[in-house]
């Protein structure tokens, strides 16, 4: 999208390869945790047993890595708020935007708003 209306309503989608990569693995990451006897184990080449093996010895630390992942992502999102604010990205649909965008890709989001120089930056 790029800049319109100024930086108050600057955005920028991620990197396509970044957003096909990350819902690839958070898709596949929850059905292992919410349908796992529904995997077709045996088509999925090296990551198939290794899946299993995950499931079958570490269930708990699967478990909690995928909710810390999502806790993550609602950090990131909510960092990308403040930083909305503090680089005079003020219009509201653009910070929910990137709140949304942040929350679902994570840094393939944020690194956006991160490299984002203002022409004038707000002062604090």
Not at 79 to 95: M, R
Not at 102 to 116: H, Q, R
């Amino acid at each position: 999208m790029g800049k319109a209306r100024g930086d108050e309503a600057y955005f920028q989608r991620s990197s396509l390869f970044w957003v096909t990569i990350i819902i690839l693995s958070f898709g596949y990451y929850t059905w292992v945790i919410f349908w796992p006897e529904s995997i077709p184990y045996q088509s999925l080449g090296p990551l198939g047993p290794f899946t299993q093996y995950l499931l079958k010895h570490h269930h708990t630390l699967v478990h909690a890595w995928y909710w810390l992942a999502w806790m993550i992502h609602v950090g990131e999102s909510l960092y990308a708020i403040v930083l909305c604010k503090s680089k005079g990205i003020t219009n509201t649909w653009t910070q929910l935007l990137w709140f949304l965008q942040t929350f679902l890709f994570g840094l393939a989001s944020l690194y956006y708003l991160i490299a984002f120089r203002p022409k004038h930056q707000k002062q604090t």
